[in-house]
């Protein structure tokens, strides 16, 4: 099997805005391609990784808060409740942290890496980045969760960015 050599892509890159393709069929290069966006995640300090940020056109996501490590095909939110506010960066946007109101808990039904139909309850950060990653797949981004004014100061500000470790709080 050909490997791919995998990156993350920051925006503006245009994958991150397409809507992902559903995975038909789960096979060995949806595995190897899960194992290559978590250690994408985990080298990036990240708790989430969606396929479309390392560019793939496909419905997976690789999430650990520090729990275990999820790797998810087709996930989708089928039950929220209450809410929550929270400061969100995106290894895709770097430098960037904007406030994104969520649901507090989630209910999501998805594949597991062996096509397995699996359902997972979350709350509080996992409910979070469960639905961060999920938004990454319909080309959803938390600079979209911004308002006008500090849409236009993230566009300036990630102009000047040229490295990961400037900080723009909104």
Do not use: W
Request: with cysteine; aromatic share 4%; hydrophobic share 40%.
């Amino acid at each position: 099997m050909e490997k791919t050599e995998l990156r993350i892509r920051i925006y503006p890159d245009q994958v991150l805005r397409k809507r992902s393709l559903l995975v038909k069929e789960v096979t060995g290069r949806h595995r190897d391609i899960l194992s290559s966006m978590a250690r994408l995640m985990y080298e990036g300090d990240g708790v989430g990784l969606a396929a479309p940020q390392a560019g793939i056109n496909e419905t997976m996501i690789v999430v650990d808060i520090g729990s275990g490590l999820y790797k998810l095909i087709n996930p989708k939110i089928i039950e929220v409740s209450g809410r929550q506010v929270n400061q969100e960066g995106c290894l895709s946007v770097p430098g960037v942290c904007v406030k994104v109101k969520r649901a507090r808990k989630v209910r999501v039904k998805a594949l597991d890496e062996y096509g397995k139909n699996i359902e997972i309850q979350a709350q509080d950060l996992l409910a979070c980045v469960l639905q961060h990653e999920i938004d990454h797949l319909k080309g959803r981004l938390i600079i979209d969760y911004a308002h006008f004014f500090e849409r236009l100061k993230i566009g300036k500000a990630l102009k000047k960015l040229n490295t990961k470790t400037c900080q723009l709080n909104l």
